[in-house]
Nanobody
Framework: QVQLVESGGGLVQPGGSLRLSCAASTFTLDYYNIGWFRQAPGKEREGVSCISSSDGSTYYADSVKGRFTISRDNAKNTVYLQMNSLKPEDTAVYYC?????????????WGKGTLVTVSS
């Protein structure tokens, strides 16, 4: 069974940084598009970033462009989301997802999420 595990969330002050990790223990992430999503209290889940398995191309939501960076470490079978210049509105549960072909909310495999709280 495919398992994705997110880690790295926590409490950070505005302007601070966090790095989220998405690790897989039962399959190789190389062959999958990996997406990061977030869901704030009372809001719908939204896409944050995605990285392609084929050519490593990346996508970012406008709200995080220039502040967040998605990357892969195939040797560690892990995908990262480096988050800089964090704002209170970035507070949410962050999820990673994997799919052979898609980047978006219909991706097939999902982790359980990690909470990011941006507050002073």
């Amino acid at each position: 069974q495919v398992q994705l595990v997110e880690s790295g969330g926590g409490l950070v002050q505005p302007g601070g940084s966090l790095r989220l990790s998405c690790a897989a223990s039962t399959f190789t992430l190389d062959y999958y598009n990996i997406g990061w999503f977030r869901q704030a209290p009372g809001k719908e889940r939204e896409g944050v970033s995605c990285i392609s398995s084929s050519d490593g191309s990346t996508y970012y939501a406008d709200s995080v462009k220039g502040r967040f960076t998605i990357s892969r470490d195939n040797a560690k079978n892990t995908v990262y989301l480096q988050m800089n210049s964090l704002k209170p509105e970035d507070t949410a549960v962050y999820y990673c997802a994997a799919d052979r072909g898609l980047c978006g909310l219909r991706m097939h495999y999902w982790g359980k999420g990690t909470l990011v709280t941006v507050s002073s």
